[in-house]
Every structure is written in structure tokens, then in C-alpha cells.
């Protein structure tokens, strides 16, 4: 079946997760197969991008299945052509796609029932596709992250953007964000210090923070800690049983663990864009998980996830609400991050220079000079 993603089992038949939480391998692959027949054929035949629709369309109804399946550990909730009711808002605090470029992953969920909206730099012409409910939660908007806002702010004049302000709980999607995506567990810790919000990144091509391109340094076998876990994952068939591994197939499974790290990370700019993002993570505080999404003819293939845990809706006698924390600042938490901040832009000048550079890119792209994600050539090796 064309598009459908092949995802890696661990030894419990699914993603298994240290919070608890078990993905079914089967399910997210049954929920795919359901979102390609529903969408895939209609969003192909009006497709209006230049590119194919085979990589745009199919990589991200396979986002959309896992990420499904993630809520549904997560909050409890199903999507409404399951249950033919709305996905309850008081379990689903809704979604941000800080990336959405063509809209499509942003689309499904929407008609899935999950509340949501997506950003991107500049509008694309698969937006015009969408029905009138969806095209108003796609909102064209350069992300400017706190830090640089309180160095240049009067620069900003005139352009779209956006900071960090999201509503507590919201989950971030940092879907091939590239500029966005070392930002992203910081971006979602400003949004609300006490309570840092949970995300999952599909990271892609590697930037600075001042959004330069970047090549972070290999990463180091990571040996874990408390709030880190490694998916542990095989390429079983679904009922258990070992799939058959010979002739090339072989070979190029030996060559691929070889390129990677004790850890399950490739020695290539992928790969250490991927640690360096859970690094940061981790040093803001995030419990941070790996997980494998081998997604069919893709490079992203790896997602890092910050505090995705199931969530118990029935509030403790004395607790403040998440809303009530959000309304105090974690200074000591902001305090960190500003020193994250000015240490990954020491290599671009300081913050103020970064910012500069930053604004200088998010005005070329308002201004038609758009990065085109479909046609990346960024290197991966």
C-alpha cells in the first residue's frame, strides 16, 4: 500500500514508552490505512504543489496516524469518525503545528475532530484546497522566539508573527520545522515555565538558532538517564515473528547499525541535529524519548518527544490547575533558558546578532522568498 508507513516494534509489539504508554504497532498501521483511504485519493487529485503529492501527502497521513494514536494514550480521546462524536475539549487541550507548511498534517486532524491550528512563514496553495473551517486555522506567521523579540522588537514592525503564546497543555508539532527545530523544546517551555508544554519533533534539516545553517558536532553514546528513554524497536512482523533477512536486505541492515551510535543515532548532520534537540531538551527538563518512524521513500524517520505521558484528568485536591500554574513564572526555569540561548548563539555573534540574523531571515521569507521543505536539499550525511 503506497505511503503507508513502516514503523518499528519494540519488543512488546509496539513504541513502547517509560511513562507507561504502549503505541500498538498494529493500530497506528490500521489507522493509517484508514486516513490513506479517506484522504489520500481526493488530496492527490487536487494537489496544486509543484511536487508530488506521493511524498507530502503519504509522510504526513502517517504522522497524523501516530500521532492519533499517541493522543488516544495520552488524553483518552478517539477521533470522531471512530466514535461519531466531537473529541471531547475538556480531554484534548488542542495542538499547534509550528511548521504546517502545506497544511495537509493540520487538515487531517482537524477533520479527525482534534482542535488545532498550524503556522507557516508563508500561506502555499494547498491551503486554497482545504475546506473554510480548516483555512482558518492555517495562519501565515514567522515564529519569533522571546529572547530575540526583547532584542530587536521594533524591527518586527509590519511582519506576522507569533511567540510563545500558547494555552497550557497544548501540544506542539515540530514537523520537518528545520529553523524551529532546536527552538522547539525551548519554544515550548517559555509557553509555560511551570508546566513546559509536551511536543513531538520530526526534525530534518540542522540551523543554528539564529536559524543559519549547522552542523552540530557527532553526537556521543548516550548512556541515558532518568528522563531519557531509547525505543527499543525490531523489524518483527506483527504477529512476533521474524521477517527474513538475507541477500541485500542483509547487508544494508549491517551497514545502517554501523552508522549509528550505541544509542540508535546516525553519525551523519541528521543525526546529531536529532541529539543535539534532546539534549536541549533534556537540559530544560524534559523526560525525552526516541522513537522510530520509518515513514516509506523519508529522512524523517526519527521523532524526539518531551513529556508526552498519560494525562490524569481528575485534578488533585490542593494542586493548583495547570492554568493557575502558567500565570506564575519559573524564573529559575526562564533563567535557564536565556543561558541556553546565549550560549548556542555565542557561535553567531551573541543573541542580539542571532536576532538580527533571524528577523533578516523571516523577512525573505514574508517576502516571497520562501524555503521550500518539498524540495530540501540539505545534506543528511
Same mark, same amino acid.
Given at each position: 500500500m503506497t505511503g503507508v508507513p513502516t514503523l518499528n516494534a519494540?519488543?512488546?509489539?509496539?513504541?513502547?514508552?517509560?511513562?507507561?504508554?504502549?503505541?500498538?504497532? &498494529?493500530?497506528?498501521?490500521?489507522?493509517?490505512?484508514?486516513?490513506?483511504?479517506?484522504?489520500?485519493?481526493?488530496? #492527490?487529485?487536487?494537489? !496544486?504543489?509543484?511536487?508530488?503529492?506521493?511524498?507530502?501527502?503519504?509522510?504526513?497521513?502517517?504522522?497524523?496516524?501516530?500521532?492519533?494514536?499517541?493522543?488516544?494514550?495520552?488524553?483518552?480521546?478517539? *477521533?470522531?469518525?471512530?466514535?461519531?462524536?466531537?473529541?471531547? *475539549?475538556v480531554l484534548f487541550p488542542g495542538f499547534v503545528d509550528i511548521a504546517c507548511g502545506t497544511g495537509v498534517l493540520v487538515y487531517v486532524l482537524l477533520m479527525e475532530g482534534y482542535r488545532?491550528? $498550524? %503556522? /507557516?512563514?508563508?500561506?502555499?496553495?494547498?491551503? /486554497?484546497i482545504f475546506p473554510k473551517r480548516v483555512r482558518e486555522q492555517l495562519m501565515e506567521r514567522v515564529y519569533v522566539p522571546k529572547p530575540f523579540m526583547d532584542c530587536v522588537d521594533v524591527e518586527i514592525l509590519g511582519m506576522r508573527t507569533y511567540t510563545e503564546d500558547f494555552s497550557p497543555n497544548t501540544f506542539i508539532i515540530s514537523?520537518?520545522?528545520?529553523?524551529?527545530?532546536?527552538?522547539?523544546?525551548?519554544?515550548?517551555?517559555?509557553?509555560?515555565?511551570?508546566? *513546559?508544554?509536551?511536543?513531538?519533533?520530526?526534525?530534518?534539516?540542522?540551523?543554528?538558532?539564529?536559524?543559519r545553517r549547522h552542523r552540530y558536532p557527532a553526537p556521543k553514546d548516550y548512556n541515558g538517564d532518568a528522563k531519557t528513554e531509547k525505543m527499543e524497536t525490531?523489524? /518483527?512482523?506483527?504477529?512476533?515473528?521474524?521477517?527474513?533477512?538475507? $541477500?541485500?536486505?542483509?547487508?544494508?541492515?549491517?551497514?545502517k547499525a554501523k552508522e549509528k551510535t550505541a544509542d540508535g543515532i546516525p553519525h551523519s548532520?541528521?543525526?546529531?541535529?536529532?541529539?543535539?534537540?534532546?539534549?536541549?531538551?533534556?537540559?530544560?527538563? %524534559?523526560?525525552?524519548?526516541?522513537?522510530?518512524?520509518?515513514?516509506?521513500n523519508s529522512t524523517r524517520n526519527l521523532g524526539i518527544m518531551g513529556? #508526552?505521558?498519560?494525562?490524569? &484528568?481528575? !485534578?488533585?485536591?490542593?494542586?493548583?490547575?495547570?492554568?493557575?500554574?502558567?500565570?506564575?513564572?519559573?524564573r529559575d526555569l526562564v533563567q535557564k533558558i536565556c543561558d541556553i540561548v546565549e550560549r548556542e548563539c555565542s557561535?553567531?555573534? $551573541?543573541?542580539?546578532?542571532?536576532?538580527?540574523?533571524w528577523i533578516g531571515h523571516a523577512r525573505n521569507l514574508q517576502r516571497g522568498q520562501i524555503h521550500d521543505h518539498s524540495q530540501d536539499t540539505c545534506q543528511h550525511t
Open positions: 519494540s519488543s512488546h509489539g509496539g513504541f513502547r514508552k517509560n511513562n507507561g504508554i504502549i503505541l500498538s504497532l &498494529q493500530a497506528v498501521q490500521n489507522t493509517a490505512a484508514r486516513l490513506e483511504a479517506t484522504y489520500a485519493t481526493d488530496l #492527490c487529485r487536487d494537489w !496544486p504543489e509543484q511536487t508530488p503529492p506521493s511524498k507530502d501527502v503519504f509522510e504526513n497521513l502517517a504522522i497524523a496516524a501516530y500521532l492519533i494514536e499517541l493522543w488516544r494514550n495520552m488524553y483518552g480521546v478517539n *477521533p470522531v469518525t471512530e466514535d461519531s462524536r466531537e473529541v471531547k *475539549p488545532g491550528r $498550524g %503556522y /507557516d512563514a508563508q500561506s502555499r496553495k494547498s491551503w /486554497d514537523n520537518h520545522a528545520d529553523e524551529l527545530t532546536v527552538w522547539t523544546p525551548l519554544m515550548a517551555a517559555l509557553a509555560c515555565p511551570a508546566s *513546559p508544554l509536551p511536543f513531538l519533533a520530526i526534525p530534518c534539516c540542522s540551523h543554528s538558532l539564529s536559524g525490531r523489524s /518483527d512482523g506483527l504477529d512476533g515473528t521474524s521477517q527474513p533477512a538475507s $541477500g541485500d536486505l542483509r547487508a544494508l541492515r549491517a551497514a548532520r541528521y543525526g546529531s541535529l536529532t541529539e543535539k534537540t534532546a539534549e536541549i531538551a533534556r537540559e530544560v527538563g %524534559y523526560r525525552v524519548e526516541r522513537t522510530s518512524l520509518e515513514i516509506h513529556n #508526552c505521558q498519560t494525562i490524569t &484528568q481528575t !485534578p488533585v485536591v490542593g494542586c493548583p490547575s495547570v492554568e493557575q500554574a502558567c500565570e506564575f513564572e519559573d557561535m553567531d555573534g $551573541g543573541v542580539e546578532a542571532a536576532a538580527r540574523i
